[in-house]
Structure formats: structure tokens, C-alpha cells
């Protein structure tokens, strides 16, 4: 069976940022990637607040059977496809994403701790974390470049979902954690720790 890796952590901790990482590092038949952000349901399907604004930021946001089902799929040696979530950017083109197994599957996703049918699963849980404040501003610098969204919406969903998600749905899980990645500065020296743990599967 493959060896299956979580990367969790809080948005705008970076953990898109360490997935990257280590695709840049690892070879196709070193290791597989899939993220849970490319699994959230269309936004006509999602909750609405108070003020009848979408919030994305909860765990019945995300089509879970069906990455449960892919990812099972990785594991028993079998491709997936999947269209990739582009964020409700009208500005974005989604491209069909192609994933072929590996002998070491990386898993990455705000909410990938907290359904047991998933935390279960992982053989090595990571984390990354950092301060608030510097949470909010990549929050904010990658929502309007990369997304499209006004800095007014970006300030009243990280103040009225994303803080109160993260306190409920992702926070209580760290206690879990095999490891924790300090992202307030670098995650550099992390990367080589676990790409070096990666190559060491043969």
C-alpha cells in the first residue's frame, strides 16, 4: 500500500505553499499530489450566513465521498481526473488535473483532519501553522490576486467564517499532529526534512 502524508493547517498558513514545495522536489514516481480545495461544492450549493453571504469555510463545503473515493482509487494504483477549482474566479480557466498514483501520496486540504474516514488514513499527519496577522495578510494578498475577490468580502469572510472554522474544525486536531511546521518565517529547513524522508521509500 502506499504511504499516505496529511498537510492541514489554517488559511494563509502556507500549506499550499509546502505542497508546492515539494512537488518542485520530488519526481512523478516519488510521490502523488491531491488537494482537497479542488473538491468544494459549486457555490449555488453552499451555506449561506446571516447575511446570506456564501461561507465556504466549513467542512459541509466539500464534496467528501467523492475524494474519499479518489483517493481510494490512488491507493489501489488507479489514475483519477478531476476539473480544478478555480474559486469562483471568472478571470480563471479550470484545467483538468491528472493524477497517477504513487508509491507515497500527499494529501492536502483544510478539513482533511476532521472526518475520521480521512484522519485515519494518513500514515504521517502534518501541519503547518503560523501567527495570525500573518495568516489574514497572505489571506488577503493571495484572495485578491489570485481569486479576484474585493478586500472588503476578503476582511468579512476571514473575521465571520474563516476564524470561527478554524477554532471549531482544524484547531482542535493539532494536538494530533506527528509534525508541526513553523511557517511565521521559512518552512525551508522543514522541506528538506521531509523530502529527504519521501526519497528514503523505496
Known sequence: MPYLIGISGGSGSGKTSFLNGL????DPDQACFISFDDYYKPREDQKKDAEG?????????????AFVKDLESLTQGRSIKRLE??????????????????K???????FIYH????KERFDLKLFVDADDELKIIRRIKRDKEERNYPLEDVLYRY???VIPSYRQFIEPYVKEMDIIINNNHSFDQSLKVIYQFIKSFK
Open 115 to 118: 472526518y475520521p474516514t480521512l
Open 53 to 65: 453571504v456564501s461561507n465556504f469555510d466549513l467542512p459541509e463545503s466539500m464534496e467528501v465521498e
Open 159 to 161: 473575521k465571520n467564517h
Open 104 to 110: 507515497v501520496i500527499i494529501v492536502e486540504g483544510l
Open 23 to 26: 512537488k518542485e522536489c520530488l
Open 85 to 102: 477549482y478555480v474559486f469562483n474566479n471568472e478571470n480563471a480557466t479550470p484545467e483538468e488535473i491528472i493524477i497517477k498514483p504513487a
